[in-house]
C-alpha cells in the first residue's frame, strides 16, 4: 500500500538522525509537508493546521500530532504504529485563546523533551511566526536551533524507487505539455487550455495516475510573459501572440516540472533569437551535468552562453526537485548559480528552468533532469524549442 | 480589466486603515495572499517567496514588495502606480546570508517607518518564524504587534460584487460536483474522477471560467471516509463503498464550497440514518440564518437535531469564506460553533459544513449560503442528501 518500502523509511529516518546529531539537535519538529511525507509517509491536504511530526534522537519511531479528523488520514497512510498518532483538541483550531502549540508543547513535556535542543523548521510555510512564540513561550527551558533545511538536505540524493517516480511524473508532465501545445489557439479561452491541462495532469497515464502538482499550471500570455507567476483568465488567446507554459507532472508526491513557450503565428525575430540563445544555454549547461561538478560550474555554462549573446539573467537556472505540496515543487536548498559550491552526486535531480523575462514578453524552456553515475539523463520528453503554431500547422 | 472598481478598492482600504487605527498600527504589513488580493487587486502564484503588502496609516496608496520577476504582476495586476511595486534583489531567495526581510527593513528605514507600531500577521502561512525574526533583528525600534486577522474580518462582509463572484462560483461548483457524482463509479480509477472534476472546475461555464480553488478536490473513499482531507490515488473504486466529495468553485479567486456524499450500492441502514441526521440538522441550522443571530446560536439549533439521535460532533459547523489562495479556502476569523457570539449581518457568506467521521466512515453533506436582509440564500445547488447510485440508477 506505501509508496516505499518499510526499510527505505527507516533509512531516511537514520539519516536525518545523523544530520540531528552533527547539528547538536536532540527533538526535531518536521513542519514542512513534504519532510513529514518522506519520513512517514504522511500525506492529506491537512496542512492549512498546525502538525508536525516529531523525531526524537533517542526513540526509534517518530510522533504526528495533527487535528483529531486527520489522525486517522495518519493512520491510514503512514508506517507509524497508531499509539504514535495523537491530536490536540478541536477547540484549538482558529481560536484566539488556545494555540496547537500549546497543547504540542505539553506533550513535549509529557515525554521529557522540554529542556532539550530542539529543531525547529523556521522557514517552512507551516510554521508560522505565531507558532514559534507559542512554543517558545510554552517552553522556557527548551534550546530553540533553526533546523529549515536539514530533511530537505537529506532529500537531496534520491533513491531508485524515487528515481522512478520522478520518472513517471515526467512522463505526465509530457502528457500536460503535449495537451497545452494543442488547445492554445487564437480564440481559446485561456480556462479551457487549463482545464484541458488540468485533465491531462491529474489522468496520467492508463498504468499510473497523475498526483496534484504543488503549484497550478502558470499561463502567462502576450505582454505578460514579462513575468513567469501569472495563471490564467477567461480571456481569449488572440493571434500573434506568446504563451508561457510551466507545469508539473506529479505521482506520489514527486514532481517533475517544464517550462515551453508557443508562439501562436510567426515570431518576431527577437523571440526567435532569444529562444535559440536560450536553447543553447541550455544544452550547454545540461552537457556539463555529471558528478563532481558543482552548481556554479553549471550556471558558468549557461551564462558564458547568453553573456556571448549580451543577455544577463539575474535570477538563478534551477533548483533540486523531488516531493512537494502547495506551494511549491522546489526543494529549497541548492541553487543552480553562481556562488552556489553544491557538488553533484549520482540521483540527484533538478529542474533546470532558464526563464528569461524582459520589459514586454519572456521566454521559459525547461527540463527535469537526474545526475547519472557518468552524466546526465533528462527525464522531460519534448521538442525542446520554441514552438510556433500557425493556422496550418505546428512547428516543432 | 480589475474585477472590482477603483472605488471599491479604496473603500477597502479606508476600512483596513480604520482598523490600524482602532489597535493603535501605524504600519501593516501584509502577507496573507488573500488580503493582499483584496486590498491591492495582486494575483499570482508567487507567495511560495517572502513578498507583502504595506499599508502605512497616512500615506494614500500602498506599497508592494516582492521578488524582481513578480514586480511585472504587480504591475499587470494592481491599482498600485508602479513607483508603488518595488522589489528585493535575487540573491535573497533561498540564501543563508541574505533575507529578504533585510531588504524590505531597510525599505521600511528608507520610508521613515521603522520606530512605527507595525501590525504583522503572525498567523500568516507566508511569514514565516524566520522572516519575523528577520524582521524584528533589522528593525529594534519598532513596536511590533500581531495583526493576523485584521484584513480578515474586513472582508467578513461582502460586497454585491463580491457576491456575484461567489454566486459564480457556486454555479461552478455544482458543475464540479454533478462531474463527480456522473464519473465515481465501480470500476473507474480515483485520478480519473480527480480530472474530470478538475476539467468541470476550471472550465467553469460559458459566460465566465473557473479559476482554480485553494484546495483540490478532497475524495476520501471506503474506510478512508473517517477522515476529511485524504486526495486522490489511482486505485478504482469498488462496489458497495461511499466516496465523500469535497470541493470548491472558484471564479476571480472567490470560492464556493461545497461537500456531498455518493453510495455506491446500497448503503448501510447506519449510513442512511446518519445522512438523514445530517440534512435534518443542516436544515434546522440554515433556517435560523438570518441579521441579528449568532453563530453559537445556529450551532446550538444544529447541536439540538444531532443530539437529540445521540451523535457528538466537536469540530465546528462551518467558517466564513470569499477570497482564497492555497492551502485554504477560510478566511480564519469567525466559527459556527458554541462561544462564538459573532452577529450574522447581511452579506456574510458562510461554508456550513456538518461532516460527521466515525471510525470507519464518515459522512459530509455541506452548503455555501449568504446572510440576506432578513434570511438565508444557499448559493450552491445540489440535491442536498446522500446521492445513491447502483447498477441502474442514480437516486438523489
Redesign the interface.
Known amino acids: 500500500m506505501m509508496p516505499f518500502s518499510l526499510e527505505e523509511y527507516q533509512d531516511r529516518l537514520r539519516k536525518t538522525k545523523a544530520s540531528m546529531q552533527k547539528m547538536g539537535i536532540d527533538v526535531l519538529l518536521i513542519t514542512d509537508p513534504a519532510n513529514m511525507n518522506y519520513l512517514s509517509g504522511y ?6 493546521v498546525d502538525q508536525m511530526l516529531i523525531v526524537i534522537a533517542d526513540e526509534e519511531e517518530p510522533i504526528w500530532i495533527g487535528r ?6 495518519a493512520i ?2 503512514t508506517w507509524l504504529k497508531p499509539q504514535h498518532v495523537l491530536y490536540y ?2 477547540d484549538h ?2 481560536s484566539t485563546v488556545k494555540h496547537p502549540m500549546d497543547y504540542i508543547a505539553s506533550v513535549l513535556k509529557d515525554f521529557r523533551q522540554a529542556e532539550r535542543r530542539i529543531g ?1 523548521e ?12 507559542k512554543l517558545k513561550e510554552n517552553l522556557p527551558n527548551a534550546k530553540f536551533q ?1 533546523a ?1 533545511l536539514l530533511v530537505n538536505w537529506v532529500r537531496i540524493v534520491k533513491s531508485e524507487q524515487e528515481i522512478e517516480y520522478i520518472r513517471r511524473a515526467a512522463t505526465i508532465a509530457g502528457l500536460g505539455m503535449e495537451t497545452a501545445v494543442a488547445m492554445i489557439q487564437e480564440g481559446t ?4 487550455a ?3 491541462i ?7 497515464t492508463d498504468s ?5 502538482p504543488s ?2 499550471p ?1 499561463l502567462p500570455a502576450g ?2 510573459t ?9 480571456r481569449k488567446y488572440s493571434r500573434n501572440e506568446i504563451v508561457i507554459i510551466e507545469l508539473a507532472g506529479c505521482h506520489q508526491r514527486y514532481h517533475a516540472p517544464m517550462a515551453r513557450t508557443v508562439s501562436l503565428g510567426k515570431p518576431s525575430e527577437e523571440v526567435m533569437d532569444v529562444s535559440n540563445i536560450l536553447v543553447e544555454g541550455l544544452n550547454a549547461a545540461l552537457e556539463l551535468i555529471k558528478p563532481g561538478v558543482t552548481l556554479e560550474e553549471v550556471e558558468y555554462a549557461w551564462n558564458r552562453v547568453i553573456s556571448k549573446h549580451g543577455i544577463v539573467k ?3 537556472l534551477g ?1 533540486p526537485i523531488g516531493i512537494g505540496y ?3 515543487w ?1 526543494e ?2 541548492a ?1 543552480i548559480r553562481k556562488g552556489d559550491g553544491t557538488v553533484l552526486e549520482p540521483n540527484m535531480a533538478f529542474h533546470m528552468i532558464p ?1 528569461l ?1 524582459f520589459d514586454d514578453y519572456g521566454i521559459e524552456i525547461s527540463e527535469t533532469f537526474r545526475v547519472t553515475e557518468d552524466g546526465c539523463e533528462v527525464l522531460t520528453d519534448f521538442q525542446r524549442g520554441l514552438i510556433v503554431k500557425d493556422q496550418f500547422h505546428i512547428a516543432m
Chains 1, 2 share one sequence.
Open positions: 500525506d492529506g491536504w491537512s496542512f492549512y483529531k479528523m486527520d489522525a486517522n488520514a491510514a497512510t483538541p478541536e483550531i482558529h525547529v523556521m522557514a517552512s510555510y507551516y510554521f508560522s511566526a505565531l507558532a514559534y512564540v533553526d529549515s479561452r485561456e480556462c479551457d487549463a482545464a484541458a488540468f485533465k491531462s495532469l491529474v489522468t496520467g499510473y495516475g497523475g498526483d496534484y503549484i497550478v502558470l505582454k505578460n514579462s513575468t513567469p507567476h501569472l495563471t490564467w483568465t477567461d539575474e535570477s538563478r533548483y502547495p506551494p511549491d522546489g529549497h536548498t541553487s526563464g523575462w
